[in-house]
Protein backbone atom coordinates (compact mmCIF):
# COMPACT_ATOMS: atom_id res chain seq x y z
CA UNK A 1 0.00 0.00 0.00
CA UNK A 2 1.18 3.56 -1.20
CA UNK A 3 2.48 6.21 1.64
CA UNK A 4 -1.13 7.97 0.68
CA UNK A 5 -3.43 5.52 1.05
CA UNK A 6 -2.07 4.03 4.17
CA UNK A 7 -2.08 7.38 5.78
CA UNK A 8 -5.86 7.79 4.58
CA UNK A 9 -6.73 4.56 6.45
CA UNK A 10 -5.02 5.64 9.44
CA UNK A 11 -6.72 8.93 9.65
CA UNK A 12 -10.01 7.08 9.44
CA UNK A 13 -9.24 4.44 11.94
CA UNK A 14 -7.97 7.79 14.21
CA UNK A 15 -11.07 9.44 13.48
CA UNK A 16 -14.12 6.93 14.03
CA UNK A 17 -14.10 6.54 17.82
CA UNK A 18 -14.87 10.65 18.17
CA UNK A 19 -17.93 9.38 16.20
CA UNK A 20 -19.12 7.28 19.64
CA UNK A 21 -18.68 10.82 21.85
CA UNK A 22 -21.97 12.28 21.69
CA UNK A 23 -22.19 15.09 24.10
CA UNK A 24 -23.84 14.95 26.91
CA UNK A 25 -25.71 18.10 26.67
CA UNK A 26 -28.33 19.38 24.15
CA UNK A 27 -29.70 17.41 21.46
CA UNK A 28 -26.34 17.51 19.14
CA UNK A 29 -25.40 14.43 16.40
CA UNK A 30 -22.00 13.97 15.83
CA UNK A 31 -20.70 13.93 12.03
CA UNK A 32 -17.92 12.76 9.88
CA UNK A 33 -17.11 14.23 6.72
CA UNK A 34 -14.13 11.76 4.93
CA UNK A 35 -13.51 13.46 1.28
CA UNK A 36 -11.20 10.57 0.19
CA UNK A 37 -11.17 12.38 -3.59
CA UNK A 38 -9.45 15.63 -2.15
CA UNK A 39 -8.29 14.34 1.08
CA UNK A 40 -10.35 16.42 3.88
CA UNK A 41 -11.36 14.97 6.82
CA UNK A 42 -13.46 16.04 9.50
CA UNK A 43 -14.96 15.06 12.42
CA UNK A 44 -17.85 17.69 13.68
CA UNK A 45 -21.08 18.48 15.99
CA UNK A 46 -24.32 20.38 15.14
CA UNK A 47 -27.56 21.01 16.87
CA UNK A 48 -29.16 22.53 19.69
CA UNK A 49 -28.36 23.33 23.34
CA UNK A 50 -31.45 24.61 24.61
CA UNK A 51 -31.74 27.90 22.69
CA UNK A 52 -28.10 28.09 21.77
CA UNK A 53 -27.18 26.18 18.26
CA UNK A 54 -24.16 23.86 18.26
CA UNK A 55 -22.47 23.62 15.41
CA UNK A 56 -18.49 23.23 14.50
CA UNK A 57 -15.60 21.16 14.29
CA UNK A 58 -14.12 19.10 16.35
CA UNK A 59 -11.54 17.69 13.79
CA UNK A 60 -9.89 18.74 11.04
CA UNK A 61 -7.17 16.81 9.14
CA UNK A 62 -6.17 17.28 5.24
CA UNK A 63 -3.66 15.56 3.52
CA UNK A 64 -0.92 18.24 1.49
CA UNK A 65 1.08 16.96 -0.27
CA UNK A 66 3.11 13.78 1.93
CA UNK A 67 2.07 14.95 4.59
CA UNK A 68 -0.83 14.84 7.44
CA UNK A 69 -1.91 18.69 8.06
CA UNK A 70 -4.12 18.88 10.99
CA UNK A 71 -6.18 22.35 10.80
CA UNK A 72 -7.80 22.03 13.97
CA UNK A 73 -8.21 19.77 17.17
CA UNK A 74 -10.34 20.15 20.12
CA UNK A 75 -9.97 16.65 21.68
CA UNK A 76 -8.21 16.49 24.76
CA UNK A 77 -5.45 13.72 24.06
CA UNK A 78 -4.08 15.15 20.33
CA UNK A 79 -5.16 13.25 17.19
CA UNK A 80 -1.16 13.90 16.20
CA UNK A 81 -0.19 11.64 19.92
CA UNK A 82 -2.80 9.13 17.94
CA UNK A 83 -1.46 9.10 15.16
CA UNK A 84 2.49 8.75 16.08
CA UNK A 85 0.80 5.52 17.98
CA UNK A 86 -0.08 4.07 14.66
CA UNK A 87 3.00 4.47 13.52
CA UNK A 88 2.51 8.31 11.62
CA UNK A 89 6.29 9.39 11.73
CA UNK A 90 6.34 12.96 13.43
CA UNK A 91 8.65 14.38 10.17
CA UNK A 92 5.08 13.77 8.47
CA UNK A 93 2.35 15.42 10.68
CA UNK A 94 2.28 19.32 10.46
CA UNK A 95 -0.07 20.74 13.78
CA UNK A 96 -1.42 23.68 10.88
CA UNK A 97 -3.08 25.59 14.28
CA UNK A 98 0.16 26.47 15.42
CA UNK A 99 1.95 29.36 13.40
CA UNK A 100 4.65 28.80 11.15
CA UNK A 101 7.31 30.36 13.67
CA UNK A 102 6.04 28.02 16.15
CA UNK A 103 5.77 24.64 14.59
CA UNK A 104 9.89 24.40 14.54
CA UNK A 105 9.42 24.04 18.32
CA UNK A 106 6.70 21.78 18.22
CA UNK A 107 8.44 18.21 17.49
CA UNK A 108 6.44 17.59 14.95
CA UNK A 109 7.09 19.00 10.76
CA UNK A 110 7.03 22.57 9.71
CA UNK A 111 5.01 22.35 6.64
Same mark, same amino acid.
Given at each position: *???? /?????? @????? *????? *?????? +?????? *??? !? +?????? %??????????? %????? @?? %??????? %?? @????? !? +??? $? =? /? !?? $? +??????????? =????????????? =???
Amino acid at each position: *MDKL /NHYRQL @IRQCL *MPYLE *MKPSDG +EIEVYK *MFD !T +EDDHYQ %IFHAGWDGFQR %IYGSL @IH %IDLIGDK %IW @IQYDG !T +EDG $V =A /N !TL $V +ELGVSKQDIVL =AYHSKFLRQYDGF =AVG
